[in-house]
């Protein structure tokens, strides 16, 4: 059993989904419960969604991490003719 205090025009909203329905409004908040937790559910994380595109169109470089400067330079250099 639980009992949850809603907004009045949150209350008038599903009282006429369920005379719509011809259900009651305990089957209304039921799916609706449903619904928001199967959503819930299928949810991912941001590294869930891109996990497959991790690495995908990197340069094959392992070293880029401890020599972008020097190669950030040498192309400053190349565009420079210095």
Known sequence: MLTV?????????IDKE??????????VVKEALDLYFSRKEQQFSPFELGEDLFGRYGSGRKDNS????ERLKEKIAGK???
């Open 5 to 13: 205090r809603l907004p009045q025009e949150m209350e008038r909203k």
């Open 18 to 27: 369920a005379r719509y329905r011809r259900s009651t409004k305990t089957e």
């Open 66 to 69: 401890t020599r972008y400067k």
């Open 80 to 82: 420079t003719g210095r």
